[in-house]
């Protein structure tokens, strides 16, 4: 399951402690395999519907304590039974997956939220069981800044979710800015795109918000990781903001400088 993707945010960077980067990496290397599944090539629905089941049923098989069928899930059972990670997090990722193989559109943000609940935050959730913080407002807090993370995906990658037939923006917002998915099509950018996506910048900055006191929760190099993660979040918002919102001639990224003023920031929070 290869890891070769370009990520905003660190994974099992060398800021964790070096007994946390085998399990992280291993449900990375699980959620970013399932993800590709539902994402990559041109395989037909039905096709990428059935490697995602044959995904749960290699889950079904590590919590029966039977052998994975295939050997790029050996590593991942073995941090499960060794961790006692919840399983139903690791389902609920391939239950997002394969709603992006048959749903395109989101009617509202709580619509969307949900599909967030699913996608993002069990990755968070896995990470509070994996150093022991995994108490009711911690994951909560997680929830916030997984969710947030994920939108500000959804808002930097416009135009290549509609590429693939995506439209994330909730539908409601659309109609509430008057931007038909004509405009988006066209990457057509106008004051009111550039609204809609202030709003957006905005209701997800506050998410993250929400979510950056855990950070104080956290031990050691952990916190030091959640840290640059929101603010990595936090810094392609405002590169988002700063083109007001035209995401459509250039895909807003972080660049070498941004490292910098993210450290710098995460010394604060």
């Not at 089941?53 to 295939?70: K, Q, V």
């Not at 135009?159 to 659309?174: C, E, F, I, N, T």
């Not at 998410?207 to 956290?218: C, N, Q």
Request: aromatic fraction near 8%.
């Amino acid at each position: 399951m290869p890891v070769d993707h370009y990520e905003n945010f660190p994974v099992a960077s060398l800021l964790l402690p070096q007994r946390l980067r085998q399990p992280v990496e291993a449900i990375y290397r699980f959620a970013r395999a399932a993800d590709d599944l539902a994402d990559e090539g041109d395989a037909p629905a039905a096709a990428r519907l059935q490697a995602l089941a044959a995904y749960g049923d290699e889950l079904d098989r590590i919590e029966r304590g039977t052998p994975p069928a295939t050997t790029e899930f050996a590593s991942l059972a073995t941090v499960v039974r060794e961790w006692r990670l919840p399983l139903h997090l690791l389902r609920d990722l391939l239950d997002a997956f394969a709603q992006d193989v048959v749903k395109k559109r989101y009617a509202d943000y709580p619509e969307l939220l949900d599909y967030c609940r699913r996608s993002a935050n069990p990755v968070g959730r896995l990470l509070l069981h994996l150093v022991g913080r995994a108490s009711g407002e911690n994951l909560r807090r997680s929830d916030c800044i997984c969710s947030g993370l994920q939108l500000v995906n959804f808002w930097q990658d416009v135009a290549l979710d509609w590429q693939k037939g995506r439209v994330y923006l909730p539908q409601s917002d659309l109609a509430r800015f008057a931007i038909s998915e004509e405009e988006i099509a066209a990457a057509r950018w106008s004051e009111r795109w550039a609204a809609l996506l202030d709003f957006q910048i905005e209701r997800t900055r506050q998410l993250l918000l929400t979510g950056a006191p855990l950070v104080h929760e956290l031990p050691g190099r952990m916190a030091w990781e959640i840290r640059l993660t929101v603010q990595g979040g936090l810094r392609i918002l405002e590169r988002i903001g700063s083109v007001r919102g035209d995401v459509f001639k250039r895909r807003p990224v972080l660049a070498a400088g941004d490292w910098l003023r993210m450290g710098c920031r995460a010394l604060w929070m």
